[in-house]
């Protein structure tokens, strides 16, 4: 039999509930307003964690930086007998993979050592700039001159070309691996040319000049015969002073052929038939049976610690750095 609740039960029910609904529910208040209280300590904790640790790091990187702008590796005492190594890697140009100012300090610090007893031009270059490759050329020159008793000896590796070759010429000799990628005596300018692209969007090319000359070679105007005539006048130069050099260090040694001076590429096994190298060798055949000093020591200098991050992480990581930078000091500095 079912029972029908009476007023005084329903009233005392509605009581009991609007009694308890307020305090359940700010009990569930509390709650939440204390984990998220704990949340933002938690947060704020870990950012300034994070920006005392970033600022720890760009310290750190700037401190390495600023103090020392090269760094030489010196495995043992320079004025032991040892064979000086100065490497030539990556592309040479100024204040690039193969600077030329920081070559030429390296090459005077390796023919200076009083243990040094022989001078490695370890070369994995794919050439750069002409008149980079030509101060080294010229300083390895004169140093050569300056220190008769001291061979320098161009070792290849992997590749050894254009301007790599360039500097290579001015050495004692050549050693190459049978494998090397050696040569490439020429001169070369890339561009491009938008003239057409541009019609077919619809972009008209405004430019103003003062001297007829000024917008040779542009890519956004038709191509004027006369500027490139002048342009491969001015390339036949260059490559006419490439080849002067390479005869120069050379010599007799270079063959008749005039593939020599193509701009071809050859391996090491070819390029001692051509002439351009004089032997298979490594680094350490050379220390060992040339220089007999197989303690070796890398007189590069190397660019300092910011340098390197700079080179790897970009311009977009250095604006990221900045970003950092402006916002960890948010309430550590007066601002305005």
């Known amino acids: 039999m079912n029972t029908i609740p009476s007023a005084s039960d329903s009233s005392a029910s509605a009581s009991s509930t609007s009694s308890t609904a307020p305090h359940w529910e700010r ?15 938690r947060a ?3 950012n300034m964690a994070r920006r005392g640790l970033t600022l720890m790091v760009i310290a750190w990187v700037a401190y390495l930086g600023f103090s020392s702008t090269h760094s030489w590796h010196s495995p043992v005492d320079t004025t032991t007998p040892h064979t000086a190594v100065v490497n030539l890697s990556g592309v040479i140009e100024a204040k690039g993979e193969v600077d030329a100012m920081a070559i030429m300090d390296a090459l005077r610090a390796a023919f200076e050592a009083h243990g040094s007893a022989g001078v490695v031009l370890r070369m994995n270059s794919p050439g750069g700039s002409p008149v980079q490759s030509a101060l080294i050329y010229d300083e390895v020159r004169r140093l050569r001159a ?19 070759y360039f500097v290579a010429s001015a050495a004692d000799s050549i050693v190459v691996n049978q494998s090397s990628l050696v ?18 969007i619809g972009v008209e090319r405004r430019l103003l000049t003062a001297g007829e000359n000024k917008a040779m070679l542009d890519p956004f105007l038709p191509e004027d015969p006369r500027h490139k005539k002048a342009t491969q006048r001015m390339l036949a130069e260059v490559h006419e002073q490439f ?8 010599g007799k040694r270079l063959s008749e052929n005039p593939e020599v001076f193509s701009g071809m590429v050859y391996t090491g096994a070819t390029a001692i038939k051509m002439g351009l190298a004089d032997g298979l060798g490594s680094v350490a055949s050379v220390a060992r049976d040339v220089f007999k000093a197989e303690d070796l020591v890398d007189y590069t200098a190397e660019p300092s610690v910011a340098e390197r991050l700079a080179r790897q992480l970009g311009a977009g990581m250095g604006e990221s750095v900045t970003h950092i930078l402006k916002t960890s000091a948010v309430g550590l500095a007066p601002t305005r």
């Open 243 to 250: 080849i002067e050099a390479v005869k120069a260090g050379r």
């Open 146 to 164: 300056l220190y008769p008793k001291k061979q320098v000896i161009a070792v290849v590796e992997d590749v050894c070309a254009s301007g790599g």
């Open 183 to 200: 040569g490439s005596i020429g001169v070369r300018m890339d561009g491009f040319g938008f003239t057409e692209a541009m019609k077919k």
């Open 44 to 46: 704020r904790r870990w």
């Open 27 to 41: 009990g569930l208040l509390e709650r939440l307003l204390l984990a998220q209280a704990e949340e933002q300590k």
